[in-house]
């Protein structure tokens, strides 16, 4: 069993258990799940965006622990000022440290920014969920998904007003994108081995379709990889370990944010 699996046999247990919890009705009675959600695609695409997905993430699978100092709000508020286009805040606790609650501390301090829940999506009920603590935009990672089960749950998503990220790592998942996908992001790590080429996404990006705003994932570490990406269509540039094994996150994102320039 791959690490993968082991994640995905794992978040099988803890949405059970939440269900168990909390149930749809009341996750649909949280003041987050009322409000409209802002649109990444639409900030992607707005003329002078950064483009930078900025991610709180405090440990990885790959990378053990990276940053327990620094308080989700202090970080993603920074983050924004500095001009990032996105938060992603990892909601997956056993794997990558992260909580519903820093999702909901995020979405209090950044109120118009679009905001990514980082999770293993593989129930609908995750969707709801996000919605209601706050989130803007779901994560479905082809690699873990079938087919259908990939179609409904971003069907699931539009019908609440969440973009869909279609995350791939390979041709054959582009074939699980789907109508219901706002933006296909290409992770340079493979899940399996965790090996880092940003070249996944340049030789991927020929086979993206247009409609589908692109962005690149893992790896990314300065401006000189970023405009090379941007040479080849990508809008979106999803960052954490970079910028979170530093003290200061948000000074890290600003510099970075300056170096890429227009």
Same mark, same amino acid.
């Not at 247990?13 to 649909?28: F, T």
């Not at 056993?94 to 905001?115: D, H, M, Q, S, W």
């Given at each position: ?19 168990? #919890? ?27 965006? &950064? ?32 001009? @990032?286009?996105?938060? &992603?805040?990892?909601? +997956? ?7 519903? @609650? ?26 709801? !969920? @996000? ?31 969440? +973009? ?10 582009? +074939? ?18 965790? !090996? ?9 990006? #020929? ?23 941007? !040479? ?12 979170? #094994?530093? @003290? +200061?996150?948000?000074?890290?994102? #600003?510099?970075?944010? !300056?170096?890429?320039?227009?």
């Amino acid at each position: 069993m791959n690490i993968l699996d082991k994640i995905i046999a794992t978040k099988e247990n803890e949405v059970a258990k939440q269900k168990q #919890k909390v149930n749809v009705e009341q996750l649909k009675k949280y003041p987050g799940f009322a409000r409209k959600c802002n649109s990444l695609k639409e900030n992607l695409l707005s003329p002078g965006a &950064s483009g930078i997905i900025a991610e709180f993430k405090q440990k990885s699978p790959s990378k053990g622990e990276i940053n327990f100092a620094v308080k989700v709000e202090e970080v993603t508020k920074a983050y924004t000022q500095a001009g @990032a286009s996105c938060l &992603s805040v990892l909601t +997956d606790y056993e794997y990558f440290g992260g909580t519903l @609650a820093n999702l909901a501390k995020a979405r209090e301090v950044n109120p118009t920014i679009p905001i990514l829940r980082k999770d293993f999506m593989i129930d609908s009920y995750q969707i709801i !969920e @996000a919605k209601a603590y706050g989130a803007d935009v779901i994560l479905l990672i082809a690699a873990c998904l079938e087919k259908n089960q990939a179609l409904e749950l971003a069907k699931c998503a539009k019908t609440l007003g969440l +973009d869909v990220l279609m995350e791939i790592h390979n041709a054959q998942e582009l +074939d699980i994108v789907n109508d219901y996908v706002d933006i296909v992001g290409v992770n340079n790590r493979n899940l399996k081995t965790f !090996e880092v080429s940003v070249e996944t996404s340049v030789e991927l990006s #020929k086979l993206i379709p247009d409609n589908f705003v692109k962005i690149s994932e893992s790896g990314l570490v300065g401006a000189t990889e970023i405009n090379y990406l941007k !040479e080849h269509g990508f809008k979106g540039f999803l960052i954490g370990e970079t910028f979170m #094994k530093t @003290a +200061d996150p948000g000074a890290a994102c #600003k510099k970075l944010i !300056e170096e890429i320039g227009d």
